[in-house]
């Protein structure tokens, strides 16, 4: 089952239900659920979703879908593949054994991605800052987290990166990562019921510059130095989280250190058993 957030045609924006090509929106009141994320704290989401009223179906791309989120925090875990290990080793030698010493640390590194207004959905805009030379997108899956720190989901996400930021100083993490239209996450959820497993999720970035691919590379979950279920349990420690969270699960992908994305790229993240997700990059 996948749930979206969408703006229909008369302008309301709804929660759905995604099957093949077709959205239909879902009277959440019926259910006593003021928003998609009190849904998605349901004891029994399919049970509560089969019991809303539902309306016409639209065609997908008659409606502009949005990011599925609404008051949740977005949370990312970072260094849990080996590829971003060396590639922030490569950034900042300074900083090395940081990164060296947290891939195989017991605690992960877990940081504040994202509020909801700096998360864009599929087919709206990400941003790099006017202030960054070195840019690329990071393609995660993502966990959908209830208020009890339960996967009830999966979504994908671009954890938006400015590494020359990143690599100056490691204290300037939280601006290297945090700004306006930092972070993609759709284009809906998939429940987990409805996922492959992990060894079967696999994970795919293509990067489009006018036209032609200029980046393209796969890789897939089982590569993931941590499981989900730690880092989420992680997350949850001494923290509390009452209308659930968002947390990416770290990037497999980091393009070549001769590799920026511009303004005008076009960035699209496939992940199996959830779907694409698509955005176009401005600067600024
Ligand atoms: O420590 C830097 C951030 C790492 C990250 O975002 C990732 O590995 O995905
Ligand atoms: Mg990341």
Redesign the pocket.
Known sequence: MKLAKFKQPNGLVAAGIVDGDAIQALDLSAGKFEALSDLLDAKDIPAAVDYLPKRDPHSLDKVQLLPPIDRQEVW??????KR?QTA?MEESEAAASC?DRVYVADRP?LFLKATPHRVRGDGQELRIRTDATWNVP?P?VTLVLNSRMQIVGYTIGN?M?SRDI?GEN?LY?PQA?VYDQCAGLGPWITLSTAMPPREQMTIDLQIDRDGQTVFSQSTAADQMARSFEDLASWLGRDNSFPNGAFL?T??GIVPGTDFTLAAGDVVRISIAGIGTLTNSIVQG
Do not use: I, Q
């Open positions: 990312a875990a970072g260094v849990t593949y971003s922030r990164y590194e990071e995660e954890d990166s990143e490691p993490l990562k990416m770290g990037t």
